[in-house]
Protein backbone atom coordinates (compact mmCIF):
# COMPACT_ATOMS: atom_id res chain seq x y z
CA UNK A 1 0.00 0.00 0.00
CA UNK A 2 1.10 3.40 -1.00
CA UNK A 3 0.83 6.22 1.65
CA UNK A 4 0.29 9.18 -0.52
CA UNK A 5 1.73 12.45 0.34
CA UNK A 6 -1.53 13.97 0.06
CA UNK A 7 -3.65 16.20 2.38
CA UNK A 8 -7.44 15.79 2.49
CA UNK A 9 -9.72 18.33 3.42
CA UNK A 10 -13.69 17.39 3.74
CA UNK A 11 -14.94 20.76 5.53
CA UNK A 12 -19.07 19.76 4.48
CA UNK A 13 -18.73 16.47 5.80
CA UNK A 14 -20.07 17.06 9.49
CA UNK A 15 -23.60 16.57 11.05
CA UNK A 16 -23.25 18.09 14.44
CA UNK A 17 -25.24 20.91 15.44
CA UNK A 18 -23.62 22.52 18.65
CA UNK A 19 -26.41 21.99 21.77
CA UNK A 20 -26.29 25.78 22.05
CA UNK A 21 -27.68 26.44 19.27
CA UNK A 22 -29.69 23.27 18.97
CA UNK A 23 -32.95 25.10 20.28
CA UNK A 24 -33.02 27.51 17.32
CA UNK A 25 -32.11 25.53 14.91
CA UNK A 26 -34.75 24.82 12.39
CA UNK A 27 -33.43 21.87 10.06
CA UNK A 28 -34.10 18.06 10.51
CA UNK A 29 -31.51 15.57 9.96
CA UNK A 30 -32.22 14.75 6.33
CA UNK A 31 -31.83 18.29 5.76
CA UNK A 32 -28.50 18.79 7.47
CA UNK A 33 -27.39 15.66 5.62
CA UNK A 34 -29.04 16.90 2.02
CA UNK A 35 -27.22 20.24 2.96
CA UNK A 36 -23.80 19.46 3.32
CA UNK A 37 -21.55 17.30 1.64
CA UNK A 38 -23.61 14.60 1.58
CA UNK A 39 -21.50 11.15 2.93
CA UNK A 40 -17.89 12.77 2.03
CA UNK A 41 -16.92 11.57 5.10
CA UNK A 42 -17.18 8.28 3.85
CA UNK A 43 -16.71 9.10 0.07
CA UNK A 44 -13.06 10.71 1.14
CA UNK A 45 -12.23 8.06 3.17
CA UNK A 46 -8.68 7.27 2.39
CA UNK A 47 -7.61 5.60 5.90
CA UNK A 48 -3.87 5.23 6.62
CA UNK A 49 -3.62 5.58 2.45
CA UNK A 50 -3.01 9.34 2.84
CA UNK A 51 -0.81 11.23 5.15
CA UNK A 52 -3.08 13.37 7.06
CA UNK A 53 -7.32 13.97 6.57
CA UNK A 54 -9.27 16.96 8.15
CA UNK A 55 -12.33 16.53 8.82
CA UNK A 56 -15.03 19.09 10.30
CA UNK A 57 -17.70 17.68 12.51
CA UNK A 58 -20.03 20.80 12.75
CA UNK A 59 -22.85 21.00 9.83
CA UNK A 60 -22.03 22.81 6.94
CA UNK A 61 -25.42 24.75 7.63
CA UNK A 62 -24.41 25.81 11.14
CA UNK A 63 -20.83 26.98 9.53
CA UNK A 64 -19.47 26.84 5.89
CA UNK A 65 -15.60 26.89 6.33
CA UNK A 66 -15.16 27.51 2.32
CA UNK A 67 -16.17 31.25 3.09
CA UNK A 68 -14.48 33.91 3.99
CA UNK A 69 -15.02 35.32 7.61
CA UNK A 70 -16.59 38.12 6.49
CA UNK A 71 -18.99 37.12 4.00
CA UNK A 72 -22.27 36.78 5.80
CA UNK A 73 -25.78 37.71 5.89
CA UNK A 74 -27.64 40.05 4.75
CA UNK A 75 -25.20 40.30 1.97
CA UNK A 76 -24.69 36.58 1.20
CA UNK A 77 -27.23 34.12 2.76
CA UNK A 78 -25.31 31.53 1.56
CA UNK A 79 -21.91 32.76 3.20
CA UNK A 80 -20.13 31.48 6.18
CA UNK A 81 -23.54 31.30 8.22
CA UNK A 82 -26.84 30.82 6.27
CA UNK A 83 -29.94 32.07 6.61
CA UNK A 84 -31.58 29.22 4.09
CA UNK A 85 -30.02 25.81 3.38
CA UNK A 86 -29.79 24.94 -0.54
CA UNK A 87 -33.16 23.85 -0.84
CA UNK A 88 -34.28 27.15 0.42
CA UNK A 89 -35.36 25.94 3.72
CA UNK A 90 -34.98 28.75 6.38
CA UNK A 91 -31.86 27.60 9.04
CA UNK A 92 -32.56 29.36 12.03
CA UNK A 93 -35.78 30.25 14.18
CA UNK A 94 -34.37 33.63 14.55
CA UNK A 95 -30.59 35.07 12.85
CA UNK A 96 -27.93 34.43 15.07
CA UNK A 97 -26.14 36.62 17.07
CA UNK A 98 -23.03 38.60 16.32
CA UNK A 99 -21.66 36.90 19.34
CA UNK A 100 -23.01 33.19 18.08
CA UNK A 101 -21.08 34.14 15.17
CA UNK A 102 -17.54 35.30 16.75
CA UNK A 103 -18.11 31.84 18.54
CA UNK A 104 -18.71 29.79 16.25
CA UNK A 105 -15.59 31.16 14.36
CA UNK A 106 -13.76 30.60 17.12
CA UNK A 107 -14.83 27.55 18.25
CA UNK A 108 -14.54 25.52 14.73
CA UNK A 109 -13.32 28.08 11.65
CA UNK A 110 -9.92 29.40 13.04
CA UNK A 111 -8.99 25.83 14.72
CA UNK A 112 -9.92 24.30 11.61
CA UNK A 113 -7.47 26.00 9.67
CA UNK A 114 -4.98 26.16 12.13
CA UNK A 115 -4.93 22.49 12.23
CA UNK A 116 -4.85 22.23 8.25
CA UNK A 117 -1.94 24.18 8.41
CA UNK A 118 -0.03 22.54 10.94
CA UNK A 119 -0.64 19.01 9.21
CA UNK A 120 1.23 20.83 6.35
CA UNK A 121 4.23 21.77 7.96
CA UNK A 122 4.62 18.59 10.10
CA UNK A 123 3.56 15.44 7.68
CA UNK A 124 5.05 17.78 4.76
CA UNK A 125 2.95 16.81 2.02
CA UNK A 126 2.86 17.56 -1.97
CA UNK A 127 -0.62 18.56 -2.70
CA UNK A 128 -3.63 19.53 -0.65
CA UNK A 129 -7.02 18.44 -1.61
CA UNK A 130 -10.12 20.39 -0.39
CA UNK A 131 -13.24 17.99 -0.72
CA UNK A 132 -16.66 18.15 -1.39
CA UNK A 133 -19.94 16.61 -3.51
CA UNK A 134 -22.02 18.42 -5.61
CA UNK A 135 -25.99 18.25 -6.72
CA UNK A 136 -26.47 16.98 -10.37
CA UNK A 137 -28.42 19.81 -11.14
CA UNK A 138 -28.06 23.75 -9.86
CA UNK A 139 -30.97 23.69 -7.58
CA UNK A 140 -31.66 27.69 -7.99
CA UNK A 141 -31.37 27.29 -10.92
CA UNK A 142 -32.98 24.84 -13.39
CA UNK A 143 -32.18 25.65 -16.66
CA UNK A 144 -28.76 24.95 -16.36
CA UNK A 145 -27.08 21.99 -18.20
CA UNK A 146 -26.69 18.79 -16.03
CA UNK A 147 -23.08 19.07 -13.69
CA UNK A 148 -20.08 17.06 -14.80
CA UNK A 149 -19.47 13.76 -13.12
CA UNK A 150 -16.03 15.47 -11.33
CA UNK A 151 -15.22 19.44 -11.11
CA UNK A 152 -11.35 20.26 -10.30
CA UNK A 153 -10.86 23.76 -9.33
CA UNK A 154 -7.88 26.00 -8.86
CA UNK A 155 -9.93 29.71 -8.79
CA UNK A 156 -8.48 30.11 -12.57
CA UNK A 157 -10.18 29.49 -16.27
CA UNK A 158 -11.54 26.46 -18.01
CA UNK A 159 -8.24 24.91 -19.09
CA UNK A 160 -6.88 25.94 -15.10
CA UNK A 161 -5.19 28.86 -16.40
CA UNK A 162 -4.89 32.10 -14.13
CA UNK A 163 -7.35 34.85 -14.78
CA UNK A 164 -7.86 37.83 -12.21
CA UNK A 165 -6.83 36.03 -9.48
CA UNK A 166 -3.90 33.85 -8.63
CA UNK A 167 -4.36 29.99 -9.54
CA UNK A 168 -3.76 27.60 -6.24
CA UNK A 169 -2.36 24.94 -8.26
CA UNK A 170 -0.67 25.05 -11.88
CA UNK A 171 -2.13 25.06 -15.52
CA UNK A 172 -0.36 21.66 -15.98
CA UNK A 173 -1.14 20.22 -12.77
CA UNK A 174 -4.53 20.49 -13.52
CA UNK A 175 -4.61 19.40 -17.05
CA UNK A 176 -3.10 16.54 -16.11
CA UNK A 177 -5.26 16.05 -13.79
CA UNK A 178 -8.09 16.05 -15.50
CA UNK A 179 -6.45 13.36 -17.89
CA UNK A 180 -5.69 11.07 -15.29
CA UNK A 181 -9.59 11.75 -13.82
CA UNK A 182 -10.59 10.82 -16.62
CA UNK A 183 -9.03 7.51 -17.17
CA UNK A 184 -11.24 7.00 -14.26
CA UNK A 185 -14.27 8.21 -15.40
CA UNK A 186 -14.64 9.06 -18.69
CA UNK A 187 -13.70 11.58 -21.31
CA UNK A 188 -15.60 14.64 -21.32
CA UNK A 189 -17.18 13.95 -17.61
CA UNK A 190 -14.31 16.06 -15.70
CA UNK A 191 -13.94 20.18 -16.16
CA UNK A 192 -12.04 22.61 -14.44
CA UNK A 193 -13.35 25.38 -12.88
CA UNK A 194 -17.12 24.51 -13.96
CA UNK A 195 -18.98 24.82 -12.61
CA UNK A 196 -17.51 25.98 -9.37
CA UNK A 197 -13.89 28.02 -9.39
CA UNK A 198 -12.79 27.06 -5.88
CA UNK A 199 -13.79 28.61 -2.58
CA UNK A 200 -11.52 30.59 0.09
CA UNK A 201 -10.11 27.23 1.47
CA UNK A 202 -8.01 26.39 -1.31
CA UNK A 203 -7.14 29.98 -1.65
CA UNK A 204 -6.17 30.23 2.11
CA UNK A 205 -4.22 26.99 2.19
CA UNK A 206 -2.03 27.73 -0.68
CA UNK A 207 -1.23 31.26 0.32
CA UNK A 208 -0.49 30.10 3.29
CA UNK A 209 1.37 26.63 2.76
CA UNK A 210 2.74 27.68 -0.99
CA UNK A 211 1.87 24.45 -2.45
CA UNK A 212 -0.82 23.49 -4.41
CA UNK A 213 -4.65 22.89 -3.05
CA UNK A 214 -7.18 21.59 -6.02
CA UNK A 215 -11.03 21.28 -5.31
CA UNK A 216 -13.05 18.57 -5.70
CA UNK A 217 -16.47 18.22 -6.89
CA UNK A 218 -18.24 14.39 -7.12
CA UNK A 219 -21.87 14.65 -8.68
CA UNK A 220 -23.76 12.98 -6.02
CA UNK A 221 -25.65 11.47 -8.82
CA UNK A 222 -22.70 8.64 -8.76
CA UNK A 223 -23.68 7.25 -5.40
CA UNK A 224 -26.66 8.64 -3.74
CA UNK A 225 -30.22 8.11 -4.34
CA UNK A 226 -32.83 10.51 -5.40
CA UNK A 227 -33.57 12.90 -2.20
CA UNK A 228 -37.70 10.89 -1.61
CA UNK A 229 -34.96 7.55 -0.93
CA UNK A 230 -32.32 9.37 1.08
CA UNK A 231 -31.56 8.26 4.49
CA UNK A 232 -29.52 9.44 7.17
CA UNK A 233 -26.73 6.30 6.93
CA UNK A 234 -26.10 5.27 3.28
CA UNK A 235 -27.34 1.81 2.11
CA UNK A 236 -25.43 -1.13 0.83
CA UNK A 237 -25.11 -0.44 -3.23
CA UNK A 238 -24.61 3.10 -2.05
CA UNK A 239 -21.50 2.18 0.03
CA UNK A 240 -20.29 -0.06 -2.72
CA UNK A 241 -20.48 2.91 -5.03
CA UNK A 242 -18.85 4.94 -2.95
CA UNK A 243 -16.34 2.65 -2.74
CA UNK A 244 -15.62 2.36 -5.97
CA UNK A 245 -15.67 6.48 -6.35
CA UNK A 246 -13.07 6.20 -3.87
CA UNK A 247 -10.69 4.02 -5.27
CA UNK A 248 -10.65 5.47 -8.68
CA UNK A 249 -9.67 8.98 -7.16
CA UNK A 250 -6.94 6.90 -5.06
CA UNK A 251 -5.68 5.70 -8.47
CA UNK A 252 -5.93 8.95 -9.88
CA UNK A 253 -4.09 10.59 -7.06
CA UNK A 254 -1.38 8.11 -7.25
CA UNK A 255 -0.62 8.79 -11.01
CA UNK A 256 -0.46 12.55 -10.53
CA UNK A 257 1.83 12.21 -7.94
CA UNK A 258 4.38 8.71 -8.88
CA UNK A 259 3.82 9.19 -12.81
CA UNK A 260 5.09 6.18 -14.75
CA UNK A 261 5.42 8.01 -18.27
CA UNK A 262 8.02 10.28 -19.01
CA UNK A 263 5.86 13.47 -17.75
CA UNK A 264 7.64 16.42 -16.02
CA UNK A 265 7.42 15.34 -12.10
CA UNK A 266 8.24 18.85 -11.07
CA UNK A 267 4.55 20.41 -12.28
CA UNK A 268 3.53 19.71 -8.63
CA UNK A 269 6.30 22.01 -7.36
CA UNK A 270 6.28 24.44 -9.97
CA UNK A 271 3.99 27.37 -9.78
CA UNK A 272 4.84 28.54 -13.26
CA UNK A 273 2.29 28.85 -16.13
CA UNK A 274 2.53 28.10 -19.64
CA UNK A 275 2.15 30.90 -22.10
CA UNK A 276 -0.55 29.63 -23.38
CA UNK A 277 -2.45 26.60 -23.81
Known sequence: MTI????????????TIPSELKENFRLNELDVLYDGDTWSDLLYNFEKRVLHT???PI??????????????????????????????????KRPLSVMEVKSLLTMYYYPYYEALQSSVVLKKPQIGFDCHTMLANDPFNTTRTKRPLICISNRGGLHGEALDTATTAPQALMLRFKTLLEKQFGVGNV???SPFK???LIRRMHEITQIPWIQIEVNRA????ER?????????QALLKMREINQKLYL???ALLFPKDTLNESIISSQKEPSEY
Do not use: C, Q
Open 252 to 254: AFE
Open 191 to 193: LIN
Open 4 to 15: LPVIISIPHGGK
Open 59 to 92: ARSVIDLNRMEVDLPPNNPDGLVKIHSIMSVPVW
Open 228 to 236: KLLTTKPDT
Open 198 to 200: GGE
Open 222 to 225: LYMP
Open 54 to 56: ALM
